[in-house]
């Protein structure tokens, strides 16, 4: 059961980061021997997508470094994304489970300095809701 629950955390973890993966099958499969457990699976698998989250957060944080390289933004995409995170950064980070564009949403975010906290409320709201789907559609599938 500890393996199932660390290697849940680690799946839902890197597959918030860059790498190209998935966690849903997962979680859904230990959600469906495990039907008992499927509050700890949801909880493990949300943490684990949002500390991923984190890391992309941190990505943005530290992409200063590269100012001037041509992987770093112009100053006007900068004032872009900066007023676009101040209109509306709590909105895109519920919608941060999503591929390619929530990673994208998570290191913006880091590169416009949102707010650690509030960060973490949004992408982990988003996450979890998401998961719970996951969780809700192999139950009634199953019949459980």
Known sequence: MLIETLSLFAVAFLSATLLPMGSEAYLGYLTSEYSSLW????GVAAAGNTLGG???WWLGVWSHRFEGSRFYPSPSQLNYAQGFYRRYGAL???FSW??????VFCVCAG??????????IYVFLGKF????????????VTGQ
């Open 39 to 42: 509050m700890v699976w949801l």
């Open 92 to 94: 895109t980070l519920l």
């Open 129 to 140: 809701v998401r998961y719970a789907f996951v969780v809700i559609g192999v139950l009634s």
């Open 98 to 103: 999503l591929p390619v564009v929530g990673d």
């Open 54 to 56: 984190v890391t992309n």
């Open 111 to 120: 590169l416009c300095h949102y707010p650690l906290r509030r960060f973490l």
